[in-house]
């Protein structure tokens, strides 16, 4: 079976995520259940939303405080990590996404390359 990272994209305000505190109660049943299907199945490996604040790291700076941010305020806001034998599966998954209700929101799923540790 190949693994899989599905990269959440949601649109933000300039210090947080866009979705109120109520938005988020509202919300967690139903990231709950979708969650819940993929982990009934045997193919959740890890999931985890991703606090705002964070550093950016080049080659010359550290920018602390702030995500880096897509067009539109856009950025990576939580990831899960699976695994299926067919990218088709994921991507139907990934169509039923809580993120998608909000705008300019996207999944991105990307296969994951086994990285040799010995």
Same mark, same amino acid.
């Given at each position: 079976?190949?693994?899989?990272?599905? @990269? !959440? +994209?949601?649109? *933000?305000?300039?210090?947080?995520?866009? %979705?109120?505190?109520?938005?988020?109660?509202?919300?967690?049943? =139903?990231?709950?259940?979708?969650?819940?299907?993929?982990?009934?199945?045997?193919?959740?490996?890890?999931?985890?939303?991703? +606090?705002?604040?964070?550093?950016? /790291?080049?080659?010359?700076? /550290?920018?602390k405080g702030q995500p880096y941010k897509e067009s539109e305020s856009v950025?990576?806001?939580? !990831? @899960?990590?699976? =695994?299926?034998? +067919?990218?088709?599966?994921?991507?139907?998954? *990934?169509?039923?996404? %809580?993120?998608? =209700?909000?705008?300019?929101?996207?999944?991105?799923? +990307? %296969?994951?390359?086994?990285?040799? @540790?010995?």
């Open positions: 079976m190949t693994e899989y990272l599905l @990269l !959440f +994209r949601n649109a *933000s305000a300039p210090n947080g995520y866009l %979705p109120s505190t109520q938005d988020t109660a509202d919300d967690m049943p =139903k990231w709950q259940s979708w969650i819940g299907n993929i982990a009934m199945q045997g193919k959740l490996i890890h999931t985890a939303p991703i +606090r705002y604040e964070g550093s950016i /790291v080049d080659g010359k700076n /550290v920018q950025l990576v806001s939580g !990831f @899960l990590i699976c =695994k299926s034998d +067919r990218i088709e599966e994921v991507e139907e998954w *990934s169509k039923s996404c %809580p993120i998608l =209700k909000y705008p300019n929101s996207s999944v991105e799923v +990307r %296969p994951l390359v086994p990285f040799p @540790l010995g």
